[in-house]
């Protein structure tokens, strides 16, 4: 049972280039969330996916897009990569956010350097 | 005013000892509340939801104080293998707040022999 894979783990950049990380659930869980990891900030949600079909913006989006492809699948999008964009970015997904008590489980990561 | 604050440590202490973390959040509507842990370069993994009357799991264990917007996370005879950061985790959804979950920077433990 894979749980949560990411794709690339890791990815070096150019200023202005665009790439997608790719993220994919085994566990019919409803809902998907991008983070970005920075240090001394913690995690910050990105974008995150209620259900299939549906997508918001969470607490830090601007330079992002997503795309909620299918119910396994939540993909991240940055169109001109900027060196502030240089993160570790979390996907994770639960069986619904509307459920309180339902946890998160997040994929390992991808190590994301723009140049 | 950060919605989560942890104390950020790091907290060196002996194996055996008994470590306390604290966590206060500010949104009083929050509803529900979690440890997390997460080891160096690896993805952050649930240890642990906290209810109202507290829980216990093992060596750990959580307690919920709701009046004064209160996390703790207790460790008893800690491990070297308990060395990692420990993260608050927040979680708010209402009609006028929306969705959050909301982290903390975590408590980083190292335990020593």
């Known amino acids: 049972n894979a749980g949560v894979t990411q794709t690339p783990k890791f990815q070096v950049l150019k200023t202005g280039q665009s790439m997608t990380l790719q993220c994919a659930q085994d566990m019919n869980h409803n809902s998907m969330y991008w983070y970005r990891q920075d240090p001394g900030m913690g995690l910050r949600l990105i974008y995150y996916?209620?259900?299939?079909?549906?997508?918001d913006k969470g607490e830090v989006p601007n330079g992002y897009n997503v795309s909620r492809l299918n119910k396994r699948e939540f993909s991240l999008r940055l169109e001109s990569a900027a060196p502030s964009q240089t993160s570790v970015y979390f996907c994770?997904?639960?069986?619904?956010?509307?459920?309180?008590?339902?946890?998160?489980?997040f994929g390992d990561g991808t190590r994301l350097s723009i140049l | 005013r950060k919605e989560v604050e942890q104390d950020p440590g790091p907290f060196n202490v002996p194996e055996g000892a008994t470590v306390a973390f604290n966590c206060t959040y500010s949104?009083?509507?929050?509803?529900?509340f979690f440890w997390y842990r997460q080891d160096c370069r690896k993805e952050p993994k649930l240890l642990m939801s906290?209810?109202?009357s507290g829980n216990e799991d093992g060596r750990f264990t959580a307690q919920l104080n709701r009046a004064s917007q209160y996390i703790s996370l207790l460790i008893r005879d800690s491990k070297l293998s308990d060395s990692a950061t420990y993260l608050c985790v927040v979680k708010l959804l209402n009609s006028n707040s929306g969705y959050a979950l909301n982290f903390g920077k975590g408590t980083s433990l190292l335990v020593t022999p």
């Open positions: 906290v209810y109202s």
């Open positions: 949104n009083s509507a929050s509803q529900s």
């Open positions: 996916s209620a259900s299939e079909g549906t997508t």
């Open positions: 994770a997904s639960s069986e619904g956010l509307y459920y309180s008590n339902q946890p998160q489980h």
